[in-house]
């Protein structure tokens, strides 16, 4: 059956269909993301709880004159497919194909290329503040936004510029009271509220006026205090009392779902000439039964769908498991047992996430130790000065932040931690690589950014029972501490049954040799011992040190296998400029020792969405490159 969807190419195709048919659109958009995210894997459930929202802007506004935002990529699937790459969704996430999130380099239709929640606004904000000044062309500017990111502080302090300033900009709120897990806090409180009684401002109306119309003279009294009679009103019915405080116009709640509302709406909005708010209730998996009915636990779960887990729009049929020993397991998991094992050793231990709960494996405390678990939504500056504030007080805090989400709040790192020595653990996950999600995600500059800071301890653990001794070393050391560790399975390692402390800055040699020393950090001490294996083959003698601390690291160990080799060859998941290469030259120029060296790290350049092994190949981190690195400094 032929679809209207294959007939739109660009926005400008939605121009002029009728309200039937732009819901037609929106429809044929969901079935497009079930069935194609259905077999490749990726984000899901907000994207098919936005089609209606994307198909309304865009048969409304001329993009890219017109500017739209979204915040985040997570509910952006529908916007690429309605601006030329429908065809091509079946790439995304994938090397060489299209972005996970939107890219500035991808579409012209991409205004703003951003993988991390609460920015759009500000975006907006700059982009219409700029046209109001001359610069480009004049357009409206439209930013939607999840009620998750509105949990992000940054997000507050972009709508207090838009109403200060009186900047002509349309938020549309895309509420599905979920952001990746069921959002936290007093404001996700308030939209729950408004969500399930959209008649309250209806309600509010009908009460005013039947308060005029009391009789012997009380409703005259009424009418005749007016504004802050009507005040008082507003605040016990008003939905949108917060954004009318902000001098926003507030328009909803309205069903997002719904085509011609969300048109009807966004025509008053661009006609204003002022901040305002659309209010949008939507549904996280729109369409796909097992989201739309499961309640929290079917929207958490289906927030992105496994390759191959829908078919003809239904859940797959997993079949029975392959017989033999399961896989190894994530180091999330590892990390989060063994911070319930903490919890459970010192009553002071703390675990705090920002919105993301199972992704950093805080689920497990989550269940085992609710009143030792805390979320403060997206909002890492947060999250780092409530364990800043615990850590004051005597608890020994372990802030569970993704590599990439802990940049987002380096001042916090800096000034509220480091600079006053306070005993807080940060667990990196993500560090590395990240696959899939690229660029904005990718976890290359903690170890650059966290050995500049004062009283700060870096660790990365070979493998899974590492991390697990780590985290206790990290507790157990009275002052700030930060282990990174990758995304993915472990290597099947056996767990030791008690944690213990490794000595602050002690390496590990796991192969002696007297020809090129290999010091690797983290998880690329096993590339590194392949590498050496290859080596040997060749007749060369290498060492392999499993660095274990990017700061201090062992310099008396480092420079000795420096002093007794020819050549040394670092390795390490993780930016150059700065990282622990930096750091092995500048103990090796501190000691005096001149040898040749080759930093085997992250360039300095963007590295985008794609298979890990294959970038790793692409930049010499494999056991190739580290032997090929190896034979060059050596002559051969």
Same mark, same amino acid.
């Given at each position: 059956?032929?679809?209207?969807?294959?007939?739109?190419?660009?926005?400008?195709?939605?121009?002029?269909?009728?309200?039937?048919?732009? /819901?037609?659109?929106?429809?044929?958009?969901?079935?497009?993301?079930?069935?194609?995210?259905?077999?490749?894997?990726?984000?899901?459930?907000?994207?098919?709880?936005?089609?209606?929202?994307?198909?309304?802007?865009?048969?409304?506004?001329?993009?890219?004159?017109?500017?739209?935002? $979204?915040?985040?990529?997570?509910?952006?699937?529908?916007?690429?497919?309605?601006?030329?790459?429908?065809?091509?969704?079946?790439?995304?996430?994938?090397?060489? @194909?299209?972005?996970?999130?939107?890219?500035?380099?991808?579409?012209?239709?991409?205004?703003?290329?951003?993988?991390?929640?609460?920015?759009?606004?500000?975006?907006?904000?700059?982009?219409?503040?700029?046209?109001?000044?001359?610069?480009?062309?004049?357009?409206?500017?439209?930013?939607?936004? @999840?009620?998750?990111?509105?949990?992000?502080?940054?997000?507050?302090?972009?709508?207090?510029?838009?109403?200060? +300033?009186?900047?002509?900009?349309?938020?549309?709120?895309?509420?599905?009271?979920?952001?990746?897990?069921?959002?936290?806090?007093?404001?996700?409180?308030?939209?729950?509220?408004?969500?399930?009684?959209? #008649?309250?401002?209806?309600?509010?109306?009908?009460?005013?006026?039947?308060?005029? #119309?009391?009789?012997?003279?009380?409703?005259?009294?009424?009418?005749?205090?007016?504004?802050?009679?009507?005040?008082?009103?507003?605040?016990? $019915?008003?939905?949108?009392? $917060?954004?009318?405080?902000?001098?926003?116009?507030?328009?909803?709640?309205?069903? @997002?779902?719904?085509?011609?509302?969300?048109?009807?709406?966004?025509?008053?909005?661009?006609?204003?000439?002022?901040?305002?708010?659309?209010?949008?209730?939507?549904? #996280?998996?729109?369409?796909?039964?097992?989201?739309?009915?499961?309640?929290?636990?079917?929207?958490?779960? $289906?927030?992105?769908?496994? %390759?191959?887990?829908?078919?003809?729009?239904?859940?797959?049929?997993?079949?029975?498991?392959?017989?033999?020993?399961?896989?190894?397991?994530?180091?999330?998991?590892?990390?989060?047992?063994?911070?319930?094992?903490?919890?459970?050793?010192?009553?002071?231990?703390?675990?705090?996430?920002?919105?993301?709960?199972?992704? &950093?494996?805080?689920?497990?405390?989550?269940?085992?130790?609710?009143?030792?678990?805390?979320?403060?939504?997206?909002?890492?500056?947060?999250?780092?000065?409530?364990?800043?504030?615990?850590?004051?007080?005597?608890?020994?805090?372990?802030?569970?932040?993704?590599?990439?989400?802990?940049?987002?709040?380096?001042? /916090?790192?800096?000034?509220?931690?480091?600079?006053?020595?306070?005993?807080? &653990?940060?667990?990196?996950?993500?560090? @590395?690589?990240?696959?899939?999600?690229?660029?904005?995600?990718?976890?290359?500059?903690?170890?650059?950014? +966290?050995?500049?800071? %004062?009283?700060?301890?870096?660790?990365?653990?070979?493998?899974?029972?590492?991390?697990?001794?780590?985290?206790?070393?990290?507790?157990?050391?009275?002052?700030?501490?930060?282990?990174?560790?990758?995304?993915?399975?472990?290597?099947?390692?056996?767990?030791?049954?008690?944690?213990?402390?490794?000595?602050?800055?002690?390496?590990?040699?796991?192969?002696?040799?007297?020809?090129?020393?290999?010091?690797? +950090?983290? &998880?690329?001490?096993?590339?590194?011992?392949?590498?050496?294996?290859?080596?040997?083959?060749?007749?060369?003698?290498?060492?392999?040190?499993?660095?274990?601390?990017?700061? %201090?690291?062992?310099?008396?160990?480092?420079?000795?296998?420096?002093?007794?080799?020819?050549?040394?060859?670092?390795?390490?998941?993780?930016?150059?400029?700065?990282?622990?290469?930096?750091?092995?030259?500048?103990?090796?120029?501190?000691?005096?020792? &001149?040898? %040749?060296?080759?930093?085997?790290?992250?360039?300095?350049?963007?590295?985008?969405?794609?298979?890990?092994?294959?970038?790793?190949?692409?930049?010499?981190?494999?056991?190739?490159?580290?032997?090929?690195?190896?034979?060059?400094?050596?002559?051969?």
């Amino acid at each position: 059956m032929t679809r209207l969807l294959d007939g739109i190419d660009k926005p400008q195709d939605l121009h002029g269909l009728s309200d039937e048919e732009l /819901q037609q659109i929106a429809q044929e958009v969901r079935e497009h993301i079930i069935d194609t995210v259905g077999e490749i894997g990726g984000h899901f459930g907000a994207n098919l709880g936005a089609c209606e929202i994307a198909v309304a802007l865009h048969s409304m506004l001329d993009s890219p004159r017109d500017k739209v935002l $979204w915040d985040v990529g997570h509910q952006a699937y529908p916007h690429k497919i309605l601006t030329g790459r429908r065809d091509q969704l079946q790439t995304i996430r994938k090397y060489h @194909g299209l972005a996970p999130f939107c890219s500035i380099a991808e579409s012209e239709h991409d205004i703003m290329g951003a993988g991390h929640a609460s920015t759009a606004i500000g975006y907006a904000v700059g982009i219409k503040e700029a046209m109001r000044h001359g610069e480009g062309e004049d357009g409206h500017v439209v930013a939607v936004v @999840g009620d998750g990111a509105l949990t992000g502080g940054v997000a507050f302090e972009a709508v207090h510029q838009a109403g200060g +300033l009186g900047t002509p900009i349309v938020v549309v709120l895309n509420d599905n009271g979920m952001s990746i897990a069921p959002n936290v806090g007093a404001l996700s409180r308030q939209f729950n509220r408004i969500r399930l009684n959209p #008649k309250l401002w209806r309600a509010r109306e009908g009460f005013e006026e039947g308060l005029t #119309k009391l009789p012997v003279g009380i409703g005259s009294a009424f009418e005749r205090l007016g504004p802050h009679v009507k005040e008082s009103l507003k605040a016990f $019915w008003a939905p949108g009392l $917060w954004w009318e405080e902000l001098d926003f116009v507030y328009i909803g709640v309205i069903d @997002g779902h719904d085509v011609r509302a969300v048109r009807r709406a966004l025509r008053e909005a661009l006609i204003a000439q002022r901040p305002v708010v659309i209010h949008c209730a939507t549904v #996280k998996g729109k369409g796909f039964a097992p989201s739309e009915e499961g309640g929290l636990e079917g929207m958490e779960k $289906w927030h992105a769908a496994k %390759p191959k887990s829908i078919a003809n729009g239904v859940p797959a049929a997993t079949g029975k498991s392959a017989p033999g020993r399961a896989g190894p397991p994530q180091f999330t998991q590892v990390f989060g047992n063994a911070l319930v094992e903490e919890c459970r050793r010192d009553e002071r231990v703390i675990g705090i996430t920002a919105a993301m709960n199972s992704g &950093t494996g805080l689920s497990i405390l989550q269940r085992e130790l609710p009143d030792r678990y805390f979320d403060v939504g997206i909002a890492e500056q947060q999250a780092v000065l409530f364990a800043a504030g615990l850590a004051l007080q005597g608890c020994k805090p372990v802030a569970a932040i993704y590599s990439t989400f802990l940049q987002r709040a380096f001042d /916090q790192v800096v000034h509220d931690v480091c600079v006053q020595n306070l005993d807080v &653990t940060f667990a990196l996950d993500r560090a @590395g690589l990240v696959g899939a999600d690229g660029a904005t995600h990718q976890g290359f500059y903690d170890v650059a950014y +966290l050995r500049a800071l %004062p009283n700060m301890i870096v660790m990365a653990p070979k493998d899974e029972n590492e991390l697990r001794h780590m985290l206790a070393t990290a507790i157990a050391h009275d002052g700030p501490a930060a282990v990174r560790y990758p995304r993915g399975n472990g290597f099947g390692v056996a767990l030791d049954p008690d944690l213990k402390a490794i000595p602050i800055g002690e390496a590990e040699l796991l192969r002696d040799g007297d020809q090129v020393a290999v010091l690797a +950090l983290g &998880t690329l001490a096993h590339v590194a011992l392949e590498a050496a294996h290859a080596l040997a083959a060749d007749g060369i003698s290498a060492a392999v040190l499993n660095a274990r601390f990017a700061k %201090p690291i062992d310099a008396k160990r480092v420079v000795a296998l420096a002093q007794r080799c020819r050549a040394v060859v670092t390795v390490e998941e993780a930016a150059a400029a700065g990282g622990f290469g930096s750091a092995v030259l500048e103990a090796l120029a501190e000691a005096g020792v &001149t040898v %040749p060296v080759r930093r085997l790290a992250i360039p300095d350049r963007v590295v985008e969405h794609g298979d890990p092994a294959a970038i790793r190949a692409a930049l010499g981190l494999d056991a190739d490159g580290i032997a090929r690195a190896a034979r060059r400094l050596l002559g051969g």
